[in-house]
């Protein structure tokens, strides 16, 4: 079973980075056949791809955020971790950290909420 | 891009009843990766289908997915009361890399 778990700050202020890890339960994390993704959606809005990172350290995010995004992969703590920079209230969303195969999602963390105030 | 346009907003049925959700793309989907979620409230989706048709582990038969190039869609043959919840298409493409149709809810008449 592949669990995801979503950990970091619930509030973060304007202008500020938001720094936020997901740690991965599964023997599984190193396969370069899984992309490691986050997601968000605003508060009663739909779903946004922010970017993804294989274990190898390849990442690729969403023009949309025109660069303010950065993901890691630390497989010694089966970890990955996303950090969104000069954050607006735009940005106040549940934030998840979901596992990808066939190109498509299929294990989801429980989301976090990140205010931007 | 391609911008996914899922119809209609609301789908209102009863339990028992067929359910049919539209997800149309602005240009044709790369090689069929259309894949369907479904989001209760409070909760992550959960994915359904993936590559237009193959249904993810664990999914009911009563879900289906069908379609090709722009038009896709979801069918859920007979209605169970825990099927109500929102539902999302997803493409895989150029750039964006992924990206979501805007969701379709179907809710108890």
């Known amino acids: 079973q592949v669990q995801l778990q979503e950990s970091g700050p619930g509030l973060v202020k304007p202008s500020e980075t938001l720094s936020l890890t997901c740690t991965v339960s599964?023997?599984?994390?190193?396969?370069?056949?899984?992309?490691w993704n986050w997601i968000r959606q605003p508060p009663g809005k739909g779903l946004e791809w922010l970017g993804y990172?294989?274990?190898?350290?390849?990442?690729l995010d969403n023009p949309s955020l025109k660069s303010r995004v950065t993901m890691s992969f630390d497989t010694s703590k089966s970890q990955f971790s996303l950090k969104l920079s000069s954050v607006t209230t735009a940005d106040t969303a549940v934030y998840y950290c979901?596992?990808?195969?066939?190109?498509?999602?299929?294990?989801w963390g429980q989301g976090i909420l990140v205010t931007v105030s | 891009e391609i911008v996914l346009t899922q119809s209609p907003g609301t789908l209102s049925l009863s339990p028992g009843e067929r359910a049919t959700l539209s997800c149309r793309a602005s240009?044709?989907?790369?090689?069929?990766?259309l894949a369907w979620y479904q989001q209760k409230p409070g909760q992550a989706p959960r994915l359904l289908i993936y590559?237009?048709?193959s249904r993810a582990t664990g999914i009911p038969d009563r879900f289906s997915g069908s379609g090709s190039g722009t038009d896709f869609t979801l069918t859920i043959s007979r209605l169970e009361p825990e099927d109500f919840a929102v539902y999302y298409c997803?493409?895989?493409?150029?750039?964006?890399?992924?990206?979501f149709g805007q969701g379709t809810k179907l809710e108890i008449k």
């Open positions: 979901v596992r990808g195969q066939n190109l498509a999602f299929d294990y």
């Open positions: 599964t023997a599984s994390i190193s396969s370069n056949i899984y992309n």
């Open positions: 990172v294989y274990y190898s350290g390849d990442t």
């Open positions: 240009q044709s989907v790369l090689s069929n990766f």
């Open positions: 590559g237009a048709s």
């Open positions: 997803q493409q895989y493409g150029s750039s964006p890399r992924y990206s």
